[in-house]
T-cell receptor, first 113, second 110 residues
Framework: DVKVTQSSRYLVKRTGEKVFLECVQDMDHENMFWYRQDPGLGLRLIYFSYDVKMKEKGDIPEGYSVSREKKERFSLILESASTNQTSMYLC????????????FGSGTRLTVV | GQNIDQPTEMTATEGAIVQINCTYQTSGFNGLFWYQQHAGEAPTFLSYNVLDGLEEKGRFSSFLSRSKGYSYLLLKELQMKDSASYLCAVRATGANNLFFGTGTRLTVIP
């Protein structure tokens, strides 16, 4: 079974802090994604990566950056956390071939105070 | 642009059948996915449709009509554990990512 592991289940950070959310997948998948999920808004794509060191902006990239130095690891960085970034963050991966959906990590619920 | 519509909430009785509809508009189409998400947990994959017709997997079936931009998820013999949110997601032509609807929260009552 593909496993996508997010390093923290719950995080509480202060406004202005730099925050790192880590995601690791163990099945050599090409594509990795970061979404945030908010009530009434569903899942919204922040960034995705289709190869090492490659990244593309999603629908809501402002206030975020990403890093993919190794194929298995995709990090989401909040440069200066703000209260409107309080959310559930979900990492996902897929092999890149057609017909494959995502495998999601268990999510990180981030609260910015 | 992309747009996906699905009902916000539905309630159904244990043992019954429920149909959750999803309509979409995308710039090209390359597959539709259904996910189940229990409260506080990550979404898990249920089904995939890329051609018109019905895909059946045990108690769950998913239907697609590309000409109508329409899909539904059919859940039979409902169980209490089926209470969850059901997410419809579409992949546009040439895209690596999925675009998600806001989800339908299903409550199964005794």
């Amino acid at each position: 079974d593909v496993k996508v592991t997010q390093s923290s289940r719950y995080l509480v950070k202060r406004t202005g802090e730099k925050v790192f959310l880590e995601c690791v997948q163990d099945m050599d998948h090409e594509n990795m994604f970061w979404y945030r999920q908010d009530p009434g808004l569903g899942l919204r794509l922040i960034y995705f990566s289709y190869d090492v060191k490659m990244k593309e902006k999603g629908d809501i990239p402002e206030g975020y950056s990403v890093s993919r130095e190794k194929k298995e690891r995709f990090s989401l960085i909040l440069e200066s956390a703000s209260t409107n970034q309080t959310s559930m963050y979900l990492c996902a991966s897929n092999p890149g071939a057609e017909g494959y959906g995502y495998t999601f990590g268990s999510g990180t619920r981030l609260t910015v105070v | 642009g992309q747009n996906i519509d699905q009902p916000t909430e539905m309630t159904a009785t244990e043992g019954a059948i429920v149909q959750i509809n999803c309509t979409y508009q995308t710039s090209g189409f390359n597959g539709l996915f259904w996910y189940q998400q229990h409260a506080g947990e990550a979404p898990t994959f249920l089904s995939y449709n890329v051609l018109d017709g019905l895909e059946e997997k045990g108690r769950f079936s998913s239907f697609l009509s590309r000409s109508k931009g329409y899909s539904y998820l059919l859940l039979k013999e409902l169980q209490m554990k089926d209470s969850a949110s059901y997410l419809c997601a579409v992949r546009a032509t040439g895209a690596n990512n999925l675009f998600f609807g806001t989800g339908t929260r299903l409550t199964v009552i005794p």
